[in-house]
């Protein structure tokens, strides 16, 4: 009976790559499920055969050890570097946007109390 491994919502494609080509490199049979045109569907990794199970869990969690060591230490050498991106960076990269974003938030901030400022009148 198919079982569920790994849910694939708000993972980065180059980690879901990953552990495709780590399943494949094992031979443990799998399938995915999307999350379909409106996103509301799980999308997921599924086992074909359950008595791979443990075996999968395993190599994944290897994995994830693997991965979260690898990027922070790209982390920190950026960090060291002086190239890790801040979000002032990022304002100075584009103010337009962060100016954009203000002008909506402000709207809409406007547009909420506004009925209400008017009722002292």
Do not use: C
């Not at 494949?24 to 409106?38: K, L, S, V």
């Not at 060291?80 to 901030?109: H, S």
């Amino acid at each position: 009976m198919p079982v569920q491994l790994f849910m694939l919502r708000g993972v980065p494609d180059d980690e879901s790559e990953e552990i495709r080509e780590l399943l494949n490199a094992h031979d443990i049979a799998f399938y995915e499920t999307p999350a379909g045109n409106w996103g509301v569907s799980a999308p997921a990794i599924w086992l074909n055969d359950e008595g791979q199970l443990q075996q999968a869990k395993r190599l994944i969690e290897q994995y994830q050890k693997e991965r979260l060591a690898r990027v922070r230490a790209e982390y920190e050498q950026l960090k060291r570097d002086g190239k890790n991106r801040t979000v002032f960076d990022q304002i100075k990269d584009d103010p337009v946007r962060l100016i954009g974003y203000l002008i909506v938030i402000l709207t809409v901030l406007y547009l909420s109390t506004k009925p209400f400022l008017d009722l002292g009148k």
